[in-house]
């Protein structure tokens, strides 16, 4: 009884970590194209599965700050990875943005509207990038409250997630919603962008407007991930974008952040802070 009753704790425990978090919707009023869906996520978790959130129709943000005494100024959005399927919520959501926050990075992990899960009528490229664009501007409206600087605020995705960072970090001019209030009328280009074993967007151009890069994946990924990636690299690298490329041998999908982990792929967030740092982010002004 006492070791069901621990195994229980250990399971619920990141929903307990979670609940601690404010969220806050992108859009108060409702998400334009969610109108009429009314269904409440629903979440799925076992000792032996990763917490899996399906039935988006309230994109949010869960809010992570660091203490006033470690704050940097920088901000990252972290987006859960999961084939527009679900979001795996833990080892790239949660854990990732307790990581961050714990090293004066605010973090906020976004929840998209799902293009593929079952019965969904919303799109990778409409509404999953609209709410990645979104959450940018919302930040950025929000940075003085929450102690960010709005000129260092990045992207952070994960498998389907990094696709809508990748495609975030080409695709800012405009609008993809109305403009319906002043949120909207904030920058949705992101000013870094980090690819974790993303999935790469077809016809990817970038060009000198496109912010700095740190990309990373296992070499036993799949061969669109682990040979698209180094390609990736190299389109950034002509277009003088400042790239990063990581690729751990023996890793493959879905590393994330896990307390588990004791491989060299784990080392990958320490690699991207000082990244950050390199380029300026971290620097107190």
């Excluded at 090293?103 to 992990?109: L, N, Q, T, V």
């Amino acid at each position: 009884m006492k070791l069901r009753s621990f195994a229980l704790l250990l399971l619920l425990a990141p929903f307990a970590r979670a609940a601690d978090a404010p969220v806050v919707l992108l859009w108060p009023n409702g998400a334009p194209g969610s109108e009429g869906k009314t269904e409440p996520e629903k979440v799925k978790s076992a000792p032996s599965m990763p917490i899996q959130v399906t039935s988006v129709h309230k994109p949010s943000l869960t809010v992570y700050l660091p203490t006033k005494e470690t704050a940097t100024g920088a901000a990252v959005i972290v987006i859960p990875g999961g084939g527009h399927r679900m979001l795996v919520m833990e080892h790239e959501g949660y854990a990732v943005a307790r990581w961050l926050s714990e090293r004066g990075i605010a973090a906020f992990i976004l929840k998209y509207r799902l293009a593929r899960d079952e019965g969904s009528t919303y799109t990778v490229e409409g509404h999953a990038l609209q709410d990645t664009q979104r959450a940018i501007r919302l930040v950025r409206h929000r940075a003085t409250e929450w102690g960010v600087d709005p000129t260092r605020v990045g992207v952070l995705g994960f498998s389907a997630g990094g696709e809508l960072a990748a495609l975030a970090s080409v695709r800012f001019a405009g609008l993809l919603g109305d403009g319906i209030d002043a949120v909207d009328a904030r920058p949705s280009r992101p000013d870094f962008q980090a690819l974790i074993y993303p999935a790469i967007p077809k016809e990817m151009k970038p060009d000198k407007d496109t912010p700095p890069a740190f990309l990373a994946c296992g070499f036993g990924d799949r061969q669109n991930i682990s040979e698209g990636l180094p390609s990736l690299y190299l389109l950034f690298k002509q277009a003088g974008v400042p790239t990063d490329l990581h690729v751990y041998a023996g890793a493959g999908h879905g590393f994330g952040i896990r307390d588990t982990d004791k491989s060299p792929a784990a080392g990958w967030p320490f690699r991207f802070r000082e990244w950050l740092d390199d380029q300026g982010f971290l620097k107190k002004k």
